[in-house]
């Protein structure tokens, strides 16, 4: 036997020991690594919802993290008039509404409503096109006014590092009573629920599918399994109860501070009978889901009591669809005018919706919109037997 053969074998013996302990080490490691949190990758900082599960997933069934104690939400609301008042010019009764629409016709509508998308935006959008926060956009040709912008709070000096694309909108006699946002990206969801802590918001809207017509819409940003959990940064969020209804579904989420161990439970009402395109053929479901959203708030401002210290009408409804603009807007156009006719009894739609975009720029998106929360004011006041049937055969000519 030559030398050569020699140490080859001597070689090959001990490579295949060598094979054979590597591969119980691998063995013994999967099996007793601890199982209980499973790390997605980081998302790419760009427009990419490809990764829909966007936050640290814990065990299913996760009972542990609810343990926490309920906050005290000490508000941030700076004090102010809402550009919505009571003694706003121009305003007319529902039945002059009706009027004015038999008399314009549809096609006086969509001359009223060009009239609004043609005045453009006074307000700058510096932080939105600083070149820094452009990959937390969702569209590149939809920026957020930077005198109404909300901003994070952070230890950091830079102060692009506070930027998320989102508004501040007022309500009805009551300054910043929405946040308008776009729906969340995989890199800017950690913002999201940032946003949602620091405003102490109860109520999280959601106008849109994540998904329509093969095209993400916005990104899972919640666990949508009973007794699921998302870790995004601080925060765990975990499904506690869902709620399916027909065009809409009502989950209620606990979300856990880690860094103070501090709970609060927040109401995600996210509409799924809205079009991609276009708008509802009625407002039934929509009147109800507003109400439902509504009735809800005031329930958690009364149950807070003294926990809560800001305005009577509670912290900003977060209201979000893909863009931010178009069902996000019609939805609080249709809200800030049914308030203001419960207060007065009447109305001026063309002056909110041009009120509302000098907050949330090109808010109320498309014709359909405008003319919806019209029909939508009316379909509110004939159910509560304020306004007969209309015959509306002539409208469209």
């Known amino acids: 036997m030559t030398i050569y053969t020699h140490i080859r074998r001597s070689v090959t013996r001990h490579s295949n020991a060598i094979l054979a302990i590597l591969i119980l080490i691998s063995v013994i490691y999967v099996y007793s690594r601890p199982s209980r949190y499973i790390t997605t990758p980081s998302p790419r900082p760009q427009d990419d919802d490809s990764n829909m599960d966007m ?21 941030n609301a700076i004090p102010g008039e809402s550009i919505h008042h009571v003694t706003d010019t121009g305003t007319m009764t529902p039945v002059q509404l009706v009027k004015h629409m038999q008399t314009l016709k549809r096609h ?15 307000g700058s959008f510096s932080y939105s096109r600083n070149s820094i926060n452009m990959y937390k956009n969702r569209y590149s040709n939809i920026f957020c006014l930077d005198d109404t912008r909300v901003k994070l709070k952070t230890s950091h ?43 102490n918001v109860f109520v999280i809207v959601m106008t849109t599918r994540t998904e329509e017509r093969g095209l993400i819409k916005c990104s899972q940003y919640w666990p949508k399994t009973l007794q699921d959990s998302l870790k995004f940064g601080d925060i765990i969020v975990t499904n506690i ?4 209804k027909k065009d809409y579904i009502v989950t209620s989420l606990l979300l856990k501070d880690t860094k103070v161990g501090w709970c609060r439970q927040v109401a995600h009402f996210q509409f799924t009978g809205w079009p991609d395109f276009g708008v509802p053929e009625s407002a039934k479901s929509v009147l109800q889901f507003h109400s439902e959203i509504r009735q809800y708030q005031k329930e958690a401002v009364a149950f807070m009591g003294s926990n809560w210290t800001g305005p009577e009408g509670g912290p900003p409804i977060l209201v979000h669809c ?20 419960e207060v007065t009894q009447k109305l ?11 907050q949330r720029a090109f808010t109320v998106q498309t014709l359909d919109q405008y003319e919806f929360i019209h029909f939508a004011v009316i379909e509110s006041l004939q159910k509560q037997g304020k306004l007969a049937t209309i015959d509306w055969s002539n409208y469209r000519l």
């Open 348 to 358: 001026n739609i063309y002056d909110t919706v041009r009120k509302m975009r000098t």
């Open 55 to 75: 936050g640290q997933k814990l065990s299913e069934k996760n009972v542990e993290g609810n343990k926490c104690v309920e906050s005290q939400r000490i508000s």
């Open 322 to 341: 893909s863009a931010g603009i178009g069902r996000t807007g019609t939805l609080c156009a249709i809200d800030i005018t049914l308030a203001r006719l």
């Open 157 to 199: 000096d830079d102060l692009t590092s506070d930027y998320i694309h989102a508004n501040y909108v007022d309500g009805f006699m009551q300054k910043n009573a929405f946040i308008a946002a776009q729906g969340p990206l995989p890199n800017t969801v950690n913002d999201f629920w940032r946003m949602v802590w620091q405003e």
């Open 108 to 122: 006086g509508i969509r001359t009223e409503y060009e009239e609004i998308i043609n005045e453009m935006p006074s």
């Open 241 to 244: 109860k869902v709620d399916k």
